[in-house]
């Protein structure tokens, strides 16, 4: 076994004795719980006694589409929160200095370290979405290679913002690292939410339209299918290449100042 | 061949000089008590030699390489001064994540993870939370942990913190039987009493700079003990 894999699952064991992803695994249980409450709902519009399929079929995608984006959104902020500590945490109770005593390279182990902690966050999500698809009403309108492109997407995203938690938490505690992420991912989620509805904003938040992380546009931008029946303008071009380029830029960013960091800090 | 080397090695933080163009050899196979004044320079110097900073000016080999190259710290034991052990770990699961890093084979990973536990008196000790244990049983974990694998090199900074006359008695034995193994070993204390009854070789550090080296027996006059060298050392 390589000591990549060792350390991987060591960081995962970590966030397990930490608490953190068993926290994040119960409060999962239960939105999935509420999946299946939903999934178990059925709705249709019908104005003056007359049922209206079109408007009903948008519904349906809109609600699909809501549906993986709340799930995308669960999982950044399972991947932001264990990985807001798991690093320095790691330096802050010797870990760090213990494993890096061993033939074991910096790069490897920060990698390792934000690999175990995706992993934890990515499967929580995985399931949920995999509940959200089994309990979808009309599985005809489904298909299993669109999923997986929202899986992938979500996968990228939160590996990227895994990695952005794991940078600012060298710089900053814990909740002030929790609270920059909530409050720039709010804002470039809100922004991205505009344009994904056809809204042309200008300036900074146009320039995030256009070559900001895509946290939302890219896993959207897999439900081409469902998109088809709203009467939207859909995702901007390029969102998997914008949320895979700053994904990558996240993960150089963090192994590079982890290189430079001095031990113990 | 040297175990550790430090050439002209310098570490500044701001302006304040942790370091000042330290140069020492530390041959394979000897036992150096590396000595100082609070302030000196000791734990310095030995961050610099395992990768955890980097010299401002001057270079470091760890077993012949730059300390931060993986193969530097292949063989190496460390215990360091401010031994942090993750606390809702146990010491059986610290010690097999270790086992896993050194590279023992996995049939054999659970016999080294006893011995150790064994060696140093904590087997009974051995599936409970490192939170509940005392300070004393944490610094055998932390001998535990760098005596894994028979290494090499053995760097130990103040080895003996925590431990009750007990376990400095058996403290004494390991690094003993770790010098009679043929392992290289550094030891970085304020108990002087300990380093000579361990080490062959010293080094006294005072503001960054080595003030004296050597071999014990020529160094300490008949008649003096270490703590006379050492004060004559750093007092002038």
Known sequence: ?265 | MYAIEWRAATKRYGSRTALDALDLAIPAGSCWGLLGPNGAGKTTALRLALGFARATAGEVALQGHPPAEPRARAGLGLLPERLALPARATPAQWLALHVQLIGIAPREAGAAIDAALARTGIADRAREPIAGLSKGLRQRLGFATALLGAPALLVLDEPGSGLDPLGIRDARGWIEAERARGATVVVCSHQLSEVERTCDHVAILDRGRVVASGALRTLVREGETLEDLFVRAVLG
Request: aromatic content about 6%.
């Open chain 1, 1 to 265: 076994m390589t000591a990549f894999s060792v350390l991987a699952r060591e960081a995962l064991r970590d966030a397990a004795r930490r608490r953190a992803l068993v926290a994040a695994a119960v409060a999962s249980a239960l939105a999935g719980l509420a999946i299946v409450r939903c999934g178990h709902c059925e709705a249709s519009i019908s104005v003056q006694g007359e049922a209206l399929s079109a408007q009903a079929g948008q519904v349906a995608a809109l609600a699909r589409i809501a549906s993986v984006a709340l799930i995308a959104l669960w999982t950044y902020a399972v991947a932001a929160l264990l990985a807001s500590d798991a690093l320095a945490a790691a330096i802050e109770d010797g870990v760090a200095e213990a494993v890096l005593a061993r033939p074991v390279s910096r790069d490897t182990f920060v990698l390792a370290r934000l690999a175990g902690v995706w992993a934890g966050a990515f499967a929580l999500g995985a399931v949920l979405l995999a509940l959200a698809v089994g309990l979808a009403g009309d599985h005809a309108s489904l298909k299993i290679t669109t999923v997986l492109r929202a899986g992938l997407a979500i996968g990228i995203v939160s590996w990227g913002i895994a990695a952005l938690a794991m940078v600012v938490s060298l710089w900053l505690p814990r909740a002030a690292t929790l609270l920059l992420l909530g409050a720039v991912g709010a804002a470039a989620i809100g922004i991205e939410v505009t344009g994904l509805f056809g809204g042309r904003p200008g300036g900074f938040a146009g320039a995030v339209v256009r070559y900001g992380p895509a946290w939302l546009a890219a896993p959207v931008s897999t439900l081409a299918a469902w998109l088809s029946d709203l009467s939207w303008s859909g995702p901007p071009p390029w969102a998997h290449a914008r949320a895979i380029a700053w994904a990558a830029l996240a993960t150089c960013a963090l192994v590079a100042r982890f290189r430079r960091l001095e031990l113990p800090r």
